[in-house]
Nanobody, 117 residues
Framework: DVQLVESGGGLVQPGGSLRLSCAAS????????MGWFRQAPGKGPEWVSS????????HVEDSVRGRFTMSRDNAQNTVTLQMNSLKPEDTAVYYC???????????WGQGTQVTVS
């Protein structure tokens, strides 16, 4: 249906910044939200942030609020996750996701590794 490709991961020192990008193969429309999940070694997927055109809101998980900012460019079919003040516990594979109107995450990217050390 829609392909999502992440980029921008890497190795950064604590306190540093990274900017993740996600390119979608097509625009899904205002009924869909876009988001980010992450999965740390030995742990399950954790929701990080979502941005929804339908309610005009950005939602952020408590542990990253004030440090991570998500944005969306509908014209370019991209979303970004600006991550500042990174901590070792932010180390994970970060996945771009699409959320459909039924509140299900129906498309996932391949993931990009973020290592804070």
């Amino acid at each position: 249906d829609v392909q999502l490709v992440e980029s921008g991961g890497g190795l950064v020192q604590p306190g540093g910044s990274l900017r993740l990008s996600c390119a979608a193969s097509r625009y899904s429309g205002t009924a869909y939200c876009m988001g980010w999940f992450r999965q740390a070694p030995g742990k399950g997927p954790e929701w990080v942030s979502s941005i929804c055109t339908r309610d005009g809101r950005t939602h952020v998980e408590d542990s990253v609020r004030g440090r991570f900012t998500m944005s969306r460019d509908n014209a370019q079919n991209t979303v970004t996750l600006q991550m500042n003040s990174l901590k070792p516990e932010d180390t994970a594979v970060y996945y771009c996701v699409r959320e459909n109107p039924a509140w299900a995450f129906d498309s996932w990217g391949q993931g990009t590794q973020v290592t804070v050390s």
